[in-house]
């Protein structure tokens, strides 16, 4: 069960949601016992290669929120370069307050407890139609043939899609540029 806090701010938001939804959303507790997990559909933007689809996504909320950002996951593939191919989405405003180890986003980019589920699901919309940059351009590397290499002891090897900005470290090779 939710704390207290959490229990609140999510049983107002999903209220708010539920009176004034945004065009293209809706989203919800799966249950009315378990608040810290949502279920989502968003529309397709459109001009986009999305257009005309519903992608159900699922949210999940730490017990701690609002002062911790849930994590959203789409639920089926969606090929685009800020969702893992897991359907992990990575923006800023999911990922925790504070400054970034890998000076990717400004501290005023990332969640903070003024943020709430409308805002991410606006957010995860409009990325859906402009992918962040540095991403598009990894994720497109990747496509033309050029790979990419993790450069920390973790030793993960991203695959075409994965969310390159939200990884610590890389190293870019193309072809001869190798050295």
Known sequence: ?????AHR???GEYRALTNNPPEGITAGPVSEDDLLHWEALIQGPEGTPFEGGVFPAELKFPKDYPLA???????GEVWHPNVYPSGLVCISILHPPGDDPNHY?????????IQSVEKILISV?????????KALRMWRLQSSGGSIGQSTSRGLEMGAGGCWVCEISFTIRRGSEDG
């Open 9 to 11: 701010r999510l049983l």
């Open 69 to 75: 950002p849930p994590s959203m996951k789409f639920i």
């Open 105 to 113: 986003e400004h501290a005023s980019e990332r969640w903070s407890p």
């Open 1 to 5: 069960m939710a704390t207290s806090t």
């Open 125 to 133: 919309m409009g990325r859906l139609a402009e992918p962040t940059t």
